[in-house]
T-cell receptor, first 117, second 113 residues
Framework: AQKITQTQPGMFVQEKEAVTLDCTYD???????LFWYKQPSSGEMIFLIY??????QNATEGRYSLNFQKARKSANLVISASQLGDSAMYFC??????????????FGAGTRLFVKA | NAGVTQTPKFRILKIGQSMTLQCTQD?????MYWYRQDPGMGLKLIYY???????DKGEVPNGYNVSRSTTEDFPLRLELAAPSQTSVYFC????????????FGPGTRLTVT
């Protein structure tokens, strides 16, 4: 069965510094995708970044980048130049293919990030 | 576009009561999903649908039912509410051809006492 592991329940980072949130995954599929979502205290789920298993380059979206190491089965999120508004829960997730076609998303337990002024 | 809307935002149920959580999307998406998020945890898939008339179970379907009579609507039914169903429920939708763009609703916070 596919699985997502986030080993950091909470992280602190100083404003304007970079931070890495860890994510490892387990799958036997050759084709898969990895996501990161942000959940602020207001509760909504915000899509941040996506990496396909066949993408050769690491995905980047503004201050977010995904450090994808396929052989190690890791997909860490790097946030550069942290801002106070980055304080939130962050979830790593993986696309699991369905027998009926399409996919569902498997979520990790999350990492709560605190950005200090 | 309103995106994905969910009603109600909050609800308190007594044990044994039933209710329906509503989810509507106006993006003509084929795929719709229901997740629950327990405190301090990630989301777990309850049910999903790949199109009108087609639904299937996710990881934690017990105690829930769904239907998908239209592309837009994907209601989640709780028949006999139990304290273990206290959670935040998220509905999401996705276009068949856009792998990573999954749109989430704002969530419904349900408490069963």
């Amino acid at each position: 069965a596919q699985k997502i592991t986030q080993t950091q329940p909470g992280m602190f980072v100083q404003e304007k510094e970079a931070v890495t949130l860890d994510c490892t995954y387990d799958t036997s599929d050759q084709s898969y995708g990895l996501f990161w979502y942000k959940q602020p205290s207001s509760g909504e789920m915000i899509f941040l970044i996506y990496q396909g298993s066949y993408d050769e380059q690491n995905a980047t979206e503004g201050r977010y980048s995904l450090n994808f190491q396929k052989a190690r089965k890791s997909a860490n999120l790097v946030i550069s130049a942290s801002q106070l508004g980055d304080s939130a829960m962050y979830f790593c997730a993986m696309r699991e293919n369905l027998n009926t076609g399409g996919f569902k998303t498997i979520f990790g337990a999350g990492t709560r990030l605190f950005v200090k002024a | 576009n309103a995106g994905v809307t969910q009603t109600p935002k909050f609800r308190i149920l007594k044990i044994g009561q039933s209710m329906t959580l509503q989810c509507t999307q106006d993006m003509n998406h084929n795929y719709m999903y229901w997740y629950r998020q327990d405190p301090g945890m990630g989301l777990k898939l309850i049910y999903y649908s790949v199109g009108a008339g087609i639904t299937d179970k996710g990881e934690v379907p017990n105690g829930y039912n769904v239907s998908r009579s239209t592309t837009e609507d994907f209601p989640l039914r709780l028949e006999l509410a139990a304290p273990s169903q206290t959670s935040v429920y998220f509905c999401a939708s996705r276009d068949r051809d856009r792998v990573y763009e999954q749109y989430f609703g704002p969530g419904t916070r349900l408490t069963v006492t």
